[in-house]
């Protein structure tokens, strides 16, 4: 004995499936509650809408690892002390010492943007 739905025919049945396919399968952007979608960056934020292609997210993410976290908010002799602890290659060194001197920098972004690259 089949044990089926006897409310309503196939046809129907695949109607009601098409009906709710979005809920089903997910919509981006589509019905999402209002809490759920991403707010933009603050005033002091950096811009994240632009995306960095592969190449220049990966030497971003390599600057990146030899910035410690101890060292910024920071100028650039603590962040330079900073990454000769974490032994940076002397490509990360010499960037490091080109960014201006008196300034401090709060995050890895400021000091990837002072060097003149395009921030993530």
Known sequence: MERGSSKHGARVDDQMSEEVRGEVQGNPGGRSEEWEIAEPSGEDQPETTELLDADESERFSRFGRYIGLSALPGDRDALRRS????????DILDDLARLPEGRTFSNVAEVWAALGRRAE
């Open 83 to 90: 990454a000769q602890d974490l032994q940076a290659p002397d």
